[in-house]
């Protein structure tokens, strides 16, 4: 972000954890899945639309035409299968801790460390990081 990035969180889980861990970590929009509640109580469904592949491969193209570059820009990462349709899309998609399927998608994998190694695939020494 301090270098001109967007980055924004798409889960295919819930507000009330994605929306936490967006704002704590310092992301510039959050896209999730809302639970329903009926009578102050989960009703055990999800309003729509349902944020699944489509949207996660829609959004990534939303956010490049708004930034006006093209996707062989932007930075993709994922775990799943729904997240292998904007993984291909994006001109880095990265499997993180991924099932094979998305593993074998991507053009780059983390299995073994956590998401700053990509901060170093684009070029960021750790001196270089903020705080």
């Not at 861990?21 to 899945?33: K, M, P, T, W």
């Not at 996707?71 to 499997?95: F, K, S, T």
């Amino acid at each position: 972000k301090a270098n001109g990035a967007r980055c924004v969180l798409v889960s295919g889980g819930f507000t009330v954890f994605a929306d936490r861990v967006a704002e704590e970590i310092g992301f510039d929009r959050a896209l999730s899945n809302q639970l329903e509640i009926a009578d102050g109580m989960l009703a055990g469904t999800v309003t729509m639309p349902i944020v699944g592949a489509a949207a996660k491969r829609e959004t990534l193209i939303a956010e490049a035409g708004a930034l006006g570059i093209g996707l062989e820009l932007a930075l993709a990462v994922g775990d799943g299968a729904n997240d292998i349709p904007m993984i291909e899309m994006a001109g880095l998609g990265a499997a993180y801790h991924a099932k094979p399927k998305t593993a074998a998608a991507a053009g780059a994998r983390i299995d073994h460390n956590d998401l700053t190694a990509l901060l170093y695939a684009q070029g960021y020494a750790k001196a270089d990081w903020a705080a």
